[in-house]
């Protein structure tokens, strides 16, 4: 008998169905049906996995390994590779489904503004209210066009709300980060300024901001990754690895992770570091195949490829950062306030850590990143 002519029973076709109905339903779904279910989930590592993997789990992509990774680095330490069975991993939720509304805490916030002298103190704060200093386009991190002014803003804004002393303060924004450090902090014209890189003061004394400034812990730590060709992979599973590699970081920008911990690549002439004058010149290079990787920030290099159109192209070495870099708030050491501000802050952010609201902050604005360079 052929099949054509076979007798099907009813309940083997109603599974046959069922069966077929599953398949096109997470045919149309795709990786995101595990996500969908289980975000904000904790995930127990077994055998096998990797943040790469567990992140195609949930996300339906490798390249979200950072996100886990971003939101569990007291759990997995340094290195993204070594995690290990038992471990437990918060999921975060990248689903606008699942998102929170918006809050703002106790704060005056000033006009935007690139003329200091039209910076001012909002009428309605106290004269003796703490006076933090940020300015816009540093996205994710601070910039009033984004949720509560960027990630950075928002935690310290609600930790220093949720502290039980409930410090008053304000927030100036001054769009000339170049008059930041000084004269507007120097000056103790303002108090506290954010999000700042510290320098390894230990390796490189001499600093100005070495010198001159305390920093707090951070407020919050982003991946330097590097952003590769796919069709020129490089590797890195040790820094032994980079020795002869060419890599690209725009004029102006920050150098000390690659001296840090020992590294001295640049001192010992360990790779050669192109620096034209933008961040799209590094991503020329990088397709022309002039240098073997791109050094950015991960919001940043994310942002670039996804503005460059270069997605299919460009990818993010997996699971290995350079380092990660932590945003700091700062005081001058002339400040007469100046241990006792950090450690408020420092207070604040410690306790604020350890509450829900945390983490809905860090998810609220990994959400809203991830969903513009989709």
């Known amino acids: 008998m052929t099949l054509s002519h076979r007798k099907i029973r009813p309940h083997r076709r ?22 969908a279910q289980t975000c ?13 993997k567990i992140a195609n789990t949930y996300y339906g992509d490798l390249q979200k390994w950072s996100v886990i990774y971003n939101v569990n680095l007291s759990t997995i330490g340094d290195n993204p590779n070594l995690i290990f069975i038992g471990q437990i991993l918060r999921i975060p939720c990248l689903d606008d489904t699942h998102s929170e509304v918006a809050s703002t805490g106790n704060i005056g916030i000033e006009n935007s503004t690139t003329d200091v002298a039209d910076a001012h103190v909002s009428t309605n704060v106290s004269k003796n209210a703490i006076r933090f200093l940020t300015a816009d386009d540093y996205a994710p991190f601070t910039d009033r066009k984004l949720i509560n002014g960027g990630i950075v803003t928002d935690l310290l804004q609600a930790a220093l709300s949720a502290s039980p002393n409930k410090p008053q303060f304000v927030i100036s924004w001054v769009n000339d980060w170049s008059v930041h450090l000084d004269p507007l902090l120097s000056s103790n014209e303002h108090d506290l300024g954010f999000p700042w890189l510290q320098p390894d003061c230990v390796l490189m004394p001499e600093d100005y901001r070495c010198q001159n400034f305390k920093f707090s812990f951070p407020v919050f730590e982003m991946l330097i990754l590097l952003f590769t060709d796919k069709d020129r992979p490089i590797s890195f599973n040790s820094d032994a690895d980079m020795e ?3 890599l690209c ?25 192109k620096q034209p004058d933008s961040i799209k ?12 990787a791109v050094a950015l920030n991960e919001f940043t290099g994310r942002s670039a490829i996804s503005e460059l159109l270069l997605t299919q192209q460009v990818e993010v070495l997996e699971n290995r950062p350079i380092s990660r870099e932590g945003l700091h708030v700062v005081v001058h050491k002339s400040h007469p306030r100046a241990q006792e501000l950090i450690e408020i802050v420092n207070e604040s952010m410690a306790n604020f850590q350890l509450t829900d609201a945390y983490n809905e902050i860090i998810d609220r604005h990994f959400r809203a990143f991830w969903s513009k360079i989709e």
């Open 40 to 52: 904000n989930d904790n995930h127990t590592v077994v055998s096998g996995e990797s943040l790469s």
């Open 14 to 35: 109603s599974l046959r169905c069922l069966w077929i109905f599953l398949i096109l339903a997470s045919l149309s779904v795709g990786g995101n049906a595990a996500y």
């Open 281 to 292: 010149d590094c991503f020329d290079l990088l397709t022309n195949g002039d240098v073997d």
């Open 249 to 273: 970081r725009p004029k102006g920008y920050y150098t000390h992770d690659l001296e840090k911990d020992g590294r001295l690549w640049l001192t010992n002439n360990v790779i050669e570091l």
């Open 244 to 246: 002869g590699a060419v």
